[in-house]
């Protein structure tokens, strides 16, 4: 497993952000931003979760991340 | 690049009319000299086309005693370096060949001499004192090498249609070969679709003397265990993937003594390599694309971009569904296998055009899909893991929309099409979970099978390429092993052969691919999955690595997989005859590879709509069939070569130990 860290959470995140054309569908937008967070730093988050909310702050994110994993 | 071919023989010197008839049909992949060796074991030719050292370097070659000879098909870029290396350790050098790198690191290093060259090979050394044939191929199998074992002996060629040149070898199809073609897309190695005639391993090399036949692999596509990849930091990694992405188009750029061209595509990978090449280099470039006069295929304003901004000499050919079908039998008798895609077929006739104009190198971006993960198929698989964390999520659903947004008829908007497709046999911990959707849409080709084909099949036995991933993968990460997967079947079989070696030799041009250099590949396989798919983000480091050079409209456009147009071709008003013979009833039940009447009603259902907007599964069932038959009558009902035999020039190499006949220059 990855060694995950707040330093990682953002550089993840920095580089999505860089990286996103938003999609018209904020829902889809959460989406492509769970698929991401899932396969970074492995975890599985509920529905709720996969939220337009929560992905456009990087410090909610980086909380979520971190209960998943129950790390930091 | 080049043909090779040869003969061992147990029971007295090879025939050496044989060989010259092998070679014959090699004439296509060499047509600049020829050479030919013998002795009382063992015969070599070659067919050359010059590009390293063309005054010199003819083939066969020998070491300075004459006791180890050479056959090569091929490049090795680092020879430059490995021939210095060797000086001092004491060789003495005739020629400024790469070929005459390989025979004195086999004497220096033996087999081991295969980890030190970075290329793309098939070679056939002969040791004379110790009557030992050592064969062996490049680490991805961009070059073909085909070979027999024979109770009489071993013949060994680039192409099948050599080995046919001994009519003693009986021709039939291998049902487990059309198995796995209709499974994988093409043969897994050592398997072809020819019953007895096997295909080296990429990665490895076979030896045959007094203690018999025997292979080993010197190279393994290998991933580290996720988490324990070296470098972590995305920067740092594409700064480090770039250095080494350079090196190696320089390499293949220069490190040759005819102008070399470069194919644009388009796409990310060949206008990375394109601009590295102007960037990078002194020479002016000469850029060749393929357009098609169907839109839905056609990538022109994208390849026009990007010659205008790197300011390159260009050249395209606009490619119709019509052209396609001309030219499919050659296509086919080039391949020497079933192809369920017509697209070799357009890069059959870009490779024409380069030639044309004057060219016989061109630099290529292939292999970038497969080592950075470019493939949607790697996008599929990761939105398949992401439903299998929560199946009944509805709003996990919809990362079917994200899928193919470039597609008119998307998935986006076909989610529950799509869902279905894509969500079945969903199980996490299944090696080839990214590669089931593929494997069982293609599977379905299977149930046109002959009766008769499907007890062959049965009887062969299964044979599952997941079961030979290496020991510790289930350790990787599964995007490294859908890359494995991937480097295995369709890469080595499909992309780099019939899509790629033998439409370009058809045409007397040699490939070379940076991508598939050793370094990058290395490089790339310690990368974290995520710094090449990141989220679904396809080949995220190369992107990052060359944002400077690429323009930005090439770097974001969604990816565009190459495809042609495929039953459409053979449907068309003005569609050649030899179309309807293939596939007639007769022709049909002769081959008896398809079941006739399921045939009939498939050709019947393309009629009504001209071949026109067929589905992916029965554009996959035509070119199957199509390209099946033309197989058959060009290698297995006529007998034939599969391609005009050439009549060979003077040998500029001809030595004949068995009558002591020599003449080297």
């Known amino acids: ?72 | 690049m080049c043909g090779v071919c040869g003969i061992v023989g147990y029971d007295g010197p090879p025939d050496l009319a044989l060989l010259r008839r092998m070679m014959g049909r090699l004439g296509h992949r060499g047509p600049d000299g020829n050479g030919c060796y013998r002795d009382r074991r063992a015969a070599l030719g070659h067919t050359r086309l010059a590009i390293i050292d063309t005054s010199g370097g003819a083939q066969p070659l020998c070491n300075e005693d004459g006791t180890v000879w050479v056959t090569f098909n091929g490049e090795i870029f680092n020879y430059v370096e490995l021939g210095e290396e060797l000086r001092h350790r004491g060789h003495t050098f005739r020629t400024a060949s790469d070929t005459e790198v390989i025979v004195h690191a086999w004497e220096e290093w033996g087999e081991e001499c295969f980890s030190r060259f970075n290329g793309q090979w098939a070679i056939a050394l002969w040791d004379r004192r110790a009557e030992r044939l050592v064969l062996s191929r490049d680490r991805l199998g961009v070059r073909p090498l085909f070979f027999i074992r024979l109770p009489t002996g071993l013949l060994f060629a680039s192409e099948v249609k050599s080995i046919f040149a001994d009519p003693s070898v009986a021709r039939a199809f291998d049902p487990a070969g059309l198995d796995q073609t209709f499974t994988y897309w093409s043969p897994v190695a050592p398997r072809t679709v020819f019953r007895g005639i096997e295909q080296l391993e990429p990665g490895h090399y076979a030896v045959l003397d007094r203690d018999g036949f025997r292979k080993a692999p010197y190279w393994r596509s290998t991933f580290p265990e996720r988490g324990r990849e070296p470098v972590q930091d995305a920067q740092e990694n594409a700064e480090a993937l770039r250095e080494r992405i350079i090196e190696a188009t320089r390499l293949r750029f220069l490190r040759s003594d005819v102008p070399v061209g470069a194919y644009l595509s388009g796409g990310l990978d060949s206008s990375v390599t394109a601009a590295v090449i102007s960037r990078y280099t002194d020479a002016p470039l000469h850029t060749f694309s393929l357009r098609f006069s169907d839109s839905e295929f056609d990538e022109g304003q994208y390849q026009k971009k990007m010659s205008a901004v790197l300011g390159t000499q260009h050249q395209d050919i606009v490619v119709s569904p019509s052209d396609i079908a001309a030219v499919f039998p050659e296509v086919v008798r080039h391949a020497e296998t079933p192809i369920l895609r017509a697209a070799p077929a357009p890069l059959f006739l870009l490779s024409k055009l380069v030639r044309e104009n004057g060219y016989k190198v061109v630099v290529t971006g292939e292999g970038a899909d497969e080592v950075l993960a470019g493939y949607d198929l790697f996008r599929e698989a990761r939105v398949r893991l992401f439903w299998s964390r929560d199946p009944g999520s509805a709003k996990r659903t919809r990362a079917a929309e994200l899928l193919y947004p470039w597609m008119a008829r998307s998935p986006g908007r076909m989610p529950a099409f799509a869902r279905s497709f894509f969500g079945r046999h969903l199980d996490p911990d299944d090696p080839a979970v990214s590669h089931r959707p593929r494997w069982d849409s293609t599977s379905v080709i299977k149930s046109m099978l002959s009766g008769d084909l499907q007890d062959g099949i049965g009887r062969a036995g299964a044979e599952d390429v997941v079961a030979a991933m290496p020991p510790g993968s289930e350790d990787w990460d599964p995007l490294s092993r859908g890359q494995w997967l991937e480097m295995t079947t369709l890469l080595a079989g499909y992309i780099l052969a019939s899509q790629g070696d033998r439409m370009l030799m058809a045409n007397s041009v040699e490939g070379r691919f940076p991508f598939l250099d050793r370094e990058v590949v290395d490089f790339a396989n310690a990368l974290p999955a995520r710094h090449k798919l990141f989220g679904l983000e396809e080949k995220y480091l190369l992107k990052r690595a060359f944002a400077d050079l690429v323009p930005d409209d090439i770097i974001h456009r969604p990816k565009q997989p190459y495809r042609a147009p495929d039953a459409a071709s053979f449907f068309t008003a003005d569609r050649p005859a030899w179309f309807d013979e293939v596939m007639s009833e007769r022709a049909v039940a002769a081959a008896g590879v398809f079941e006739p009447s399921v045939v009939a009603g498939l050709l019947a259902k393309c009629r009504r709509t001209d071949g026109k907007n067929m589905s992916n599964t029965d554009n996959m069932r035509v070119l199957a069939i199509v390209s099946t038959q033309l197989t058959h009558e060009s290698f297995i009902a006529e007998r034939g070569c599969g391609a005009p035999e050439r009549a060979l020039p003077d040998p500029s190499v001809a030595v004949d130990l068995v009558t002591d006949d020599r003449s080297v220059p």
């Not at chain 1, 990855?2 to 018209?24: C, G, I, K, M, W």
């Not at chain 1, 909380?63 to 129950?70: D, Q, T, W």
């Open chain 1, 1 to 72: 497993m990855v060694a995950v860290n707040r330093d990682l959470v953002e550089q993840v995140l920095r580089d999505y952000d860089a990286l996103r054309r938003p999609d018209a569908d904020p829902e889809l937008q959460a989406v492509r931003a769970a698929i991401l967070l899932e396969d970074v730093f492995e975890v599985a988050l509920s529905d709720a979760e996969i939220d337009p909310v929560v992905f456009a702050d990087p410090s909610a994110v980086a909380a979520l991340v971190a209960r998943r994993r129950g790390t930091f």
